[in-house]
């Protein structure tokens, strides 16, 4: 006997039909926004993710050097291929380029709540529009995927961050780019350690300001409007080439701000400064979708994503702004579940057709095949067997309609039809067998 892999899972029919359900929604979405779908390859050059996506990633790659001696990874995330198909065509593509996918990603992670070795994952991303407009429209298709599912403000939180402002923040206070990397990726771990851990992870850059800065950067984490930011922020930086970077930077959330109030998403987001997100490559307005708990946000994050505009240019093609997010299905479909918004799983065909024996199951498979041509779900015994089996099948299947071809029926040029709730019988001609049935079901 044999087991699937640890953090792998297999779709019966019940779980794949549960995955369709969040696949159509999440494809009729992103189509309503103009997004065009694209795909790519499962399995990258390792190279592509070393530096690109940052350590973390890079810690958890499934990679391996195939028979050429190649090496490669299984795909963690979609980023960097999208950034490289765009690239490649970053001249002739028709901007913005607003593209999605849907698609499998592995990540040898410890498998949890939340958090599984394969992943499937809707990726929505505008390339070539720089300013906050694709920023605003990708969190409002997100929130509007989120509402497509059922769930509301009082479900999940988009908590909206930037690292740009951030770094204008580091800067201000004299951080170099690199030790503001290095901070950043302290405080995007703040929330999941305790606080002295954060401190003594902060001391290599800030020394024995660490404490003190903490306690700084939790007041921020803890601003939720721009009034507030804005206040906070006065001065920060005085007339020095970051403060006014920074001052500058307020009026860019104005604008994102302004955009999610118009396109009616404005409840669902919230500024919050606590999110930086992991990945290397992003660089400003960034966000995460969390359930919300009592007061804050539990669990894994539902969705993460942000600007990366530099990523297409570090691959080596022209530089080419892009925003985008990734939506998974484990934390959405635990939560869905969790609050009943998933489709009770529904398998019954329409019709199920009752074969006589010799000449009759003959004409009753030509009858199923036409029935099918027709559009109906149709299921019959795939044996030979006596007519008391198969009604009982037919019981069992959850057809709506038998439809009977016995022998005298068939030598009639006739079929039955039995509607299986009421038991009522009407014999039709095979002509219009399918014009009976079309008025029955509707
Ligand atoms: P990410 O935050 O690494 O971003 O992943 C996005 C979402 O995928 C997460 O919020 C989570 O729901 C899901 N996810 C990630 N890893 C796992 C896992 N091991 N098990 C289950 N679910 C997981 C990215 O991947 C970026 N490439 C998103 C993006 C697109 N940014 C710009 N464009």
New binding site residues.
């Given amino acids: 006997m044999f087991e699937s892999l640890p953090g792998f899972r297999e779709f019966y029919p019940s779980e794949c039909s549960r995955r369709n359900h969040l696949f159509q929604v999440w494809r009729r979405t992103a189509v309503s926004f103009g997004f065009q779908e694209y795909d790519a390859p499962l399995l990258e050059p390792l190279e592509l993710y070393v530096e690109k996506s940052g350590a973390e990633?890079v810690d958890q790659l499934f990679n391996f050097r195939d028979k050429g001696g190649r090496e490669v990874a299984m795909r963690p995330?979609?980023?960097p291929s999208l950034a490289r198909m765009a690239g490649a065509r970053a001249n002739s593509l028709k901007r913005p380029v607003k593209w999605y996918c849907i698609g499998e990603?592995f990540?040898y992670?410890k498998p949890q709540k939340?958090?599984?070795?394969s992943?499937y994952?809707l990726?929505c991303?505008i390339l070539g529009e720089a300013g906050p407009g694709a920023d605003a429209e990708l969190i409002a298709l997100l929130v509007a995927v989120l509402r497509a599912l059922g769930l509301g403000a009082d479900d999940v939180v988009v908590r909206l961050s930037d690292r740009t402002l951030w770094m204008h923040y580091l800067a201000a206070m004299g951080l170099d780019a690199a030790s503001a990397g290095g901070v950043l990726g302290v405080i995007d771990k703040m929330e999941r350690q305790g606080r002295d851990e954060t401190i003594r992870k902060l001391e290599p850059w800030l020394g024995a300001e660490a404490s003190d800065f903490l306690i700084r950067v939790e007041a921020l984490a803890r601003i939720r409007d721009l009034g507030a930011l804005r206040s906070q922020l006065s001065g920060h930086g005085g007339n020095s080439e970051a403060g006014v970077l920074l001052e500058g930077r307020l009026a860019e959330w104005e604008v994102l701000l302004a955009s999610l109030e118009a396109l009616g998403v404005a409840d669902m987001v919230r500024l919050d400064l606590g999110v930086v997100?992991?990945?290397a490559y992003y660089t400003g307005f960034v966000f995460?979708?969390f359930e919300r708990g009592e007061g804050e946000t539990r669990g894994?994050?539902?969705?993460?994503?942000?600007r990366?505009d530099h990523l297409v240019e570090k691959l080596g093609y022209p530089a080419l702004p892009a925003?985008?997010?990734?939506?998974?299905d484990?934390?959405?479909s635990d939560l869905l579940d969790e609050k009943g918004l998933l489709p009770a799983y529904v398998s019954m065909p329409d019709v199920y057709v009752v074969a006589g024996p010799g000449d009759a199951r003959a004409a009753a498979l030509r009858g199923a095949t036409a029935l099918r041509e027709a559009g109906y779900r149709v299921e019959y015994a795939l044996r030979d067997t006596g007519f008391g089996r198969q009604f009982r099948f037919a019981g069992g299947s959850g057809a709506r309609f038998a439809v009977i071809f016995g022998e005298e029926e068939v030598r009639l040029g006739a079929a039955k039809i039995r509607d299986m709730q009421s038991g009522a019988e009407e014999v039709v001609p095979v002509g219009r067998m399918l014009e009976v049935l079309g008025e029955r079901l509707g």
């Fill in positions: 990633i995330e979609l980023t990603n990540r992670e939340g958090r599984l070795r992943h994952q990726n991303d997100r992991g990945l995460e979708v894994r994050a539902v969705a993460g994503g942000g990366y925003v985008g997010f990734g939506l998974g484990v934390v959405l």
